[in-house]
């Protein structure tokens, strides 16, 4: 009896490693399936390891992040992968973490340093230590979401955050080696932390390579590693690897959206607005009585396009459902075209919106009952990021806003789709 005691943990241990690392064939670039074939029982130690850890609250290794503790129990909980970041390859951990912090009693940062030293540390001290000899991560990436409650007009509601850490692996070998406090701070301060996509720093003042962005610093410890035998992510890498380069746009100063401010802009990309409207207008399908212009949001600059969706009578349903379909149909198709027009080393504007209005069949007074308006406001960085084949659809919508008849929403493709809320 207790050969057979001793064998039942270690054979849930085994069977639960194997429910929370994506398997191989699932992997579409054949480099990174070969590494994940290659190193899966180092794989599968890490949440065997991690399964010894007690985490003040439940956490749960998952394939989506921003999911409620109900989802997440029947939701596929495999997120432990190889993955590619700026060329280079790391190992990615997502998850959910359910604890729920107060905007009241922490402040952002407070929140993202909770959940890192709870979560993010701990899975990194069961992986770091199973590539010290091997050539591959490059770095270690790790997305986290938790909660956070607040209160709006007295009103108490909860939403989601996550945070995330992308650390060089000769930065975390350094951690893992270090003697005390200080030293191992300043190793993981190499690395970049992000809290919604918006980077930030754990402990101001403590970067340790000024002027250094990550993927230089994940290249340099890497090349500095392998003379020495040791070489050094509704996601979402792709966000990350914009976000690492460029300032994030909830990061910026706000910017001047005074009468005189809009108008000068305006008129220096007027000709360029001018000619983007008549060349994609068959494409587009521009408003003729609303012509792009910019306008302040959020305290940022988006330029506002005002467009008409159509679609046809068969795809009648809720305004989510109408709401992706345009996205998937129109907007998507427009983004890349659009961005022809607006030179990449001009950062005067964070962003653009894109305002349609849905038609069912060509009628004009026809979209489930009343028109439905959506509005896609996207940072420009994602844009890129998407024009570049590096994000997804879904990754682009969580990057930015989603308005349905003036009224933020949520917006999964998918299930939107397929017809659930």
């Known amino acids: 009896m207790r050969v057979i005691n001793c064998a039942i943990p270690m054979l849930l241990l085994a069977v639960l490693s194997q429910a929370q690392v994506l398997a191989p064939d699932e992997i579409r670039d054949p480099n990174l399936r070969e590494l994940q074939k290659k190193y899966l029982g180092e794989l599968h130690q ?29 939701s ?53 230590p199973l590539f010290v000899t091997s050539t ?11 909660h956070v409650r607040k209160k709006i007009l007295g009103v ?51 970067k340790g ?19 020495a035998n040791i070489s050094d992510s509704k996601i979402g890498l792709a966000k990350l690897a914009s976000a690492a380069n460029q300032p994030a ?8 959206s005074s009468p005189e401010a809009l108008k000068s802009i305006q008129n220096s990309y007027q000709s360029s607005l001018d000619r983007m409207a008549q060349e994609i207008n068959a494409q587009a399908h521009f408003v003729r009585y609303a012509p792009p212009a910019f306008i302040p949001f959020h305290n940022w600059l988006y330029l506002q396009l005002s467009v008409t969706t159509t679609l046809p009578e068969s795809a009648a349903g809720s305004q989510y459902k109408l709401a992706a379909l345009a996205f998937d149909r129109h907007i998507a198709h427009l983004i890349r075209p659009t961005l022809e027009y607006f030179k990449e080393d001009r950062r005067d504007f964070d962003g653009i919106d894109f305002s349609t209005s849905i038609r ?14 959506v509005e896609f406001i996207f940072p420009m960085n994602m844009l890129r990021t998407y024009k570049q084949f590096d994000a997804t659809g879904q990754q682009l919508i969580d990057s930015g806003f989603v308005l349905v008849n003036g009224e933020r929403v949520s917006l999964d493709l998918q299930s939107a789709e397929a017809g659930v809320r």
């Open 46 to 74: 890490i949440p065997v390891m991690a399964a010894k850890h007690d985490f003040p609250y439940r956490f749960y290794f998952s394939r989506k992040l921003d999911l409620s503790e109900k989802e997440q129990q029947t």
């Open 76 to 128: 596929d909980q495999r997120s432990i992968q190889f993955d590619r970041y700026h060329d280079q390859t790391v190992l990615k951990i997502t998850g959910n973490y359910f604890a729920s912090y107060s905007t009241e009693l922490m402040q952002p940062t407070q929140r993202a340093r909770q959940t890192y030293q709870d979560v993010i540390l701990p899975l990194l001290e069961a992986a770091a």
């Open 136 to 146: 591959v991560p490059h770095a270690f990436a790790f997305e986290i979401s938790h």
């Open 156 to 206: 108490s509601s909860e939403g989601i955050e996550n945070v995330v850490l992308i650390l060089p692996k000769a930065a975390a070998l350094r951690y893992m080696t270090a003697s005390d406090e200080r030293t191992k701070q300043a190793a993981l301060s190499t690395g970049a932390v992000f809290l919604n996509a918006s980077s930030i720093e754990l402990w101001p003042g403590s």
């Open 209 to 227: 390579s000024v002027g250094q962005t990550v993927p230089e610093a994940i290249a340099r410890s890497s090349s500095a590693a392998s003379a």
């Open 249 to 256: 746009v909830v990061a910026q100063s706000a910017r001047d």
């Open 360 to 373: 069912l069949g060509g009628d004009p007074n026809s979209g489930g009952g009343s028109p439905v308006a």
